[in-house]
């Protein structure tokens, strides 16, 4: 009885070990498994990562290329717009060069001009007002004194072109000096006026005088000053239609030094040809105001120097069909007595 009960303890101690054994080994086996899932996901993940790292590479690598491509082909403008600014440069330099060799050219030939063309030029005109004058008695028969009347206002018209040459030379070569001395405003535009009142009776135009002050004293060149205000009502003039109007106005300025306006009813000026006005050349307008009024278009110009020199300004006020305004302002000093 006693055998019987061991040998059925033995034999379910058995089963117990065997089963025990089985769960161990099953146990084990699953652990294998789990531990090569988790390193097949680990390994799947790398994979992963390297192929990204990989196509990131390839993309950097390929957007390098792209970038030293562009890189080389700014390089390759660069040096052609340097090869070209070189080209440019020495273009320019010899342009330069060029223009030095013709203004000298230009003042050299201005200078004979003024010796071997004035000099006669100032002769003939002499001889031609002694003739039109009938200085030495008349003249016979009559009709030579219509002749010498010619003579005289051609050499006349030609000696203001020769002169207004020399003068625009001078300004663009920086040689247009200031010697101020008092003078009188008002009388300066007395003078003037009278000066070309018989102009103004021939085209049956009213010239008039305009401003408050019976004087007007100031630190400037009187010849200049003249000049300037010859230039600018002549120009009036010239422009204005038979029966129009001009006036030539003094102010004193409100802060010092005065104002002078030149101002007519002729055709005005578009105001995007004011600018072509006030240099030298710079000729607009139809053919009838061109033909019929001849000139070299150096009267504003040489009037705008004159009062920048004299430390002042130029300026243009005008309308097509209405009439035009050009008013000076010049200041009580001069630029001369500013700088010193």
Same mark, same amino acid.
């Given at each position: 009885?006693c055998a ?10 058995h089963?117990?070990?065997?089963? %025990?054994?089985? !769960?161990?080994? =099953?146990?084990?086996?699953? $652990? *294998?498994s789990?531990l090569?899932?988790v390193?097949a996901? &680990?390994l ?5 990562e390297?192929?990204?790292s990989r196509?990131?590479?390839l993309?950097?690598?390929?957007r390098?290329?792209?970038?030293m ?14 090869e070209q600014?070189?080209?440019s ?5 010899g342009?330069r ?8 050219a230009r003042g050299?030939?201005?200078a004979k001009i003024?010796?071997?063309v004035l000099?006669?030029?100032n ?8 003739i039109?004058d ?7 028969p009559?009709?030579?004194k219509n002749?010498a009347?010619?003579i005289?206002r051609a ?6 072109l020769i %002169?207004?040459l !020399?003068e625009? =030379?001078?300004?663009e070569? $920086? *040689?247009?000096?200031i ?5 009188? &405003?008002?009388e ?5 006026l009278?000066?070309l009142?018989h102009?103004a009776?021939q085209?049956?135009?009213?010239l008039?005088?305009g ?14 000053l003249?000049?300037l205000?010859?230039?600018l009502?002549?120009?009036a003039l010239?422009?204005?239609?038979a029966?129009?109007?001009v006036?030539?106005s ?15 009813n ?5 105001a995007?040809d ?9 000729q607009?307008?139809?053919k009838?105001t ?5 000139s070299?278009?150096?009267g ?11 430390g002042?300004s130029l300026g ?8 035009t305004?050009?008013?000076v302002i ?6 001369g007595?500013?700088a010193?």
């Amino acid at each position: 009885m006693c055998a019987l009960r061991r040998t059925g303890i033995d034999q379910v101690a058995h089963v117990v070990n065997t089963n %025990r054994q089985m !769960l161990e080994k =099953a146990l084990q086996m699953r $652990g *294998q498994s789990y531990l090569a899932d988790v390193k097949a996901q &680990l390994l799947t993940g790398v994979i992963y990562e390297m192929d990204s790292s990989r196509k990131r590479l390839l993309t950097a690598h390929q957007r390098l290329k792209e970038a030293m491509h562009t890189v080389s082909l700014q390089k390759e403008l660069l040096a052609l717009e340097v090869e070209q600014r070189v080209k440019s440069e020495d273009t320019a330099h010899g342009a330069r060069l060029q223009a030095e060799v013709a203004n000298r050219a230009r003042g050299q030939l201005l200078a004979k001009i003024s010796h071997d063309v004035l000099t006669p030029l100032n002769a003939i005109n002499a001889y031609a007002e002694m003739i039109d004058d009938e200085t030495l008695g008349p003249l016979a028969p009559a009709g030579y004194k219509n002749y010498a009347g010619d003579i005289r206002r051609a050499s006349k018209h030609l000696h203001d072109l020769i %002169r207004s040459l !020399l003068e625009a =030379a001078q300004v663009e070569a $920086g *040689q247009l000096r200031i010697t101020a001395s008092e003078i009188d &405003l008002v009388e300066l535009r007395r003078d003037t006026l009278a000066m070309l009142d018989h102009q103004a009776k021939q085209k049956a135009i009213s010239l008039t005088e305009g401003g408050a002050p019976s004087a007007l004293p100031m630190h400037a060149d009187p010849v200049l000053l003249r000049r300037l205000m010859l230039n600018l009502t002549t120009n009036a003039l010239k422009f204005t239609e038979a029966g129009g109007q001009v006036g030539v106005s003094v102010e004193a300025a409100i802060e010092g030094g005065a104002i002078l306006r030149f101002s007519d009813n002729g055709p005005g000026i578009a105001a995007e040809d004011i600018e072509t006005v006030l240099t030298p050349y710079g000729q607009v307008g139809s053919k009838a105001t061109t033909s019929s009024n001849p000139s070299l278009g150096l009267g504003l110009p040489m009037a705008k120097a004159i009062a920048e020199a004299h430390g002042g300004s130029l300026g243009i006020e005008s309308e097509v069909g209405i009439g035009t305004t050009v008013t000076v302002i010049l200041p009580t000093t001069h630029a001369g007595d500013k700088a010193g």
